[in-house]
């Protein structure tokens, strides 16, 4: 009997997660369309999201362009010295150039991004939450999500890819850099390894996929930080929470994203959003 009613427990229990998970993903879906509608609603938040850019993008830039750039640095020392037992160590910036520009750099980046901003986001908006902010917004006739959710939304979905293409630029740098002073490789050949091998489709492959790990960002920091409950102690457990989940969904959306990018050239999908090709 004992047994049984600790078997019942431990489905019930399981039941009521997958539950819980469902009803959570709901809202959150609920909260993406409320989001797409306030973008459409008189009396767009510019000052709001401009104010929201120079938080999230402008005052992310150091933290990015330290870790692509030490990025670059490590990942073309490994490179080299692998390369090395083959004859093969001039064309390191092959290597380095396609995986900073099509995955390091824009993971990295979102991740860095998504460690700060996520939980930036949750806290601010968690402590509005428990303080009763929230429902004064509300209680004076005004909409929080188009006033709290959209301008953080749109500043982290706009301001990622530009930081990732500047996370690209200074990895690749800083290849060049190891690559000429531990290698002795020229500067001039690491760059024609780099401009033979990467295409303004990777570019864009990489660049691409940040538009959604903004967007992955930002709406699930503004979705746990509203959902916030238990005070003070609830506010650092929903920050927590909201930078584990932004990790995972930025890490699981790229092979997806990597996985549909690699289905249709990059190429051919770039001189269609271009108008290049019928």
Known sequence: ?????????????????????????????LLAVR??????????????????FEAIAVRSTPIVALTALFTGMVLALQTAFALSRFGAKPYV?????????????????ALMVGGRVGAGITSELGSMTVTEQVDAIRAMGADPVQKLVLPRV????????????????LGVFGGL?????????????????????????????GVVKTFFFGWIIAMVGCFIGLSTTGGTEGVG???????????????????????????FPSEQLLARLLGLLP
Do not use: C, H
């Open 93 to 109: 910036g092959s290597i380095v150039g396609l995986a900073i520009v099509r995955e390091l750099g824009p993971v990295l980046a």
């Open 237 to 263: 457990r929903a920050t927590t929470r909201a930078v584990v989940v932004a990790s995972i969904g930025v890490l699981v959306s790229d092979f997806f994203l990597t996985k549909l990018l690699l289905l």
């Open 177 to 205: 850099v190891v690559a000429d002073l531990e290698y002795a490789i020229a500067p001039s050949f690491y760059l024609q390894t780099v401009t033979a091998t990467v295409t303004i489709g990777d570019f864009f492959a």
């Open 35 to 52: 989001t797409v509608r306030a973008a459409a609603r008189p009396r767009f938040p510019w000052r709001a999201t401009l104010q929201q």
């Open 154 to 169: 749109l500043a982290t979905t706009i301001g990622l890819p530009m930081l990732t293409a500047s996370a690209i630029v």
């Open 1 to 29: 009997m004992n047994s049984e009613a600790a078997l019942q427990r431990s489905v019930s229990g399981l039941g009521d997660r997958v539950i819980g998970v469902v009803e959570a993903f709901g809202d959150f879906s």
